[in-house]
């Protein structure tokens, strides 16, 4: 079984940057699609970005700003996000699964327990 462990967040000021990283044990990276999702107060979890053997795929919200890669030496992923903007904040969560829908966060089979993102204005 996959344990992922988030790690990296926390406040910056609009504009600023941050990188996220996923550390994996029980499993390899390079063996699952890895995925990131966030979840604002009061909304639904969203997809943000993927990764698979067919490459990377981004939200619409993202594209341009955030770029997702996994190291299989560190069997780590990572999300690093730049120009960021308030409506970014959220818990970010990182996922792994054995295949499916990559924007569909009940396709994930394994979750991390999350790091807050806040960006202040």
């Known amino acids: 079984q996959v344990q992922l462990v988030e790690s990296g967040g926390g406040l910056v000021q609009a504009g600023g940057s941050l990188r996220l990283s996923c550390a994996a044990s029980?499993?390899?990276?390079?063996?699952?699609?890895m995925g990131w999702f966030r979840q604002a107060p009061g909304k639904e979890r969203e997809f943000v970005s993927a990764?698979?053997?067919?490459?990377?795929v981004y939200a619409d919200s993202v594209k341009g700003r955030f770029t997702i890669s996994r190291d299989n030496v560190k069997n780590t992923m990572y999300l690093q996000m730049v120009s960021l903007k308030p409506d970014d904040t959220a818990i970010y969560y990182c996922?792994?699964?054995?295949?499916?829908?990559?924007?569909?966060?009940?396709?994930?089979?394994?979750w991390g327990q999350g790091t807050q993102v806040t960006v202040s204005s």
């Open positions: 996922a792994a699964q054995r295949g499916g829908r990559l924007a569909v966060a009940h396709d994930y089979e394994y």
């Open positions: 990764v698979s053997w067919r490459g990377t």
């Open positions: 029980g499993g390899t990276v390079s063996s699952y699609n």
